[in-house]
């Protein structure tokens, strides 16, 4: 069954990225370089430039308490993550202010994992 079909735009996509990365998956994975600035063509009233959806956002590795290979974290790969958490953790997301996907870190967390691994493996 189909709950809801959202179609993120692409500062949704930075956001859920940036929540990932300052507050969700640091317990399981750690980023050796991250630099959400050069996303934007205009950080300070949320203008992101056009994303690619292959672009590689972050390369993702393990932490000493997980073994996986690093992952490439994609615009695509999030919109996957997201459409997953819609139909296996509902009470995880909010749509506010005129449609707006939102989630906490919690939230960022799952979609990550669902977009990388397709299932939720830490946490």
Same mark, same amino acid.
């Given at each position: ?16 990225? !940036? ?22 063509? =205009?950080?300070?009233? =949320? ?15 393990? !932490?000493?308490? !997980?073994?996986?290979? =690093?992952?490439?974290? !994609? ?49």
């Amino acid at each position: 069954m189909k709950i809801l079909d959202i179609e993120l735009s692409d500062l949704e996509v930075v956001n859920i990225y !940036t929540t990932a990365l300052e507050g969700g998956i640091g317990y399981w994975a750690v980023c050796d370089e991250y630099r959400w600035q050069y996303l934007y063509e =205009d950080w300070e009233n =949320d203008i992101v430039k056009p994303l690619d959806p292959d672009q590689v956002l972050v390369v993702l590795s393990d !932490t000493e308490e !997980t073994d996986f290979k =690093d992952e490439h974290l !994609t615009p695509a790969k999030i919109r996957a993550g997201v459409k997953l958490l819609i139909e296996q953790f509902p009470h995880k997301y909010q749509i506010i202010n005129d449609n707006q996907f939102h989630v906490d870190a919690d939230g960022a967390d799952l979609v990550v994992q669902l977009g990388l691994f397709g299932e939720v493996v830490y946490g």
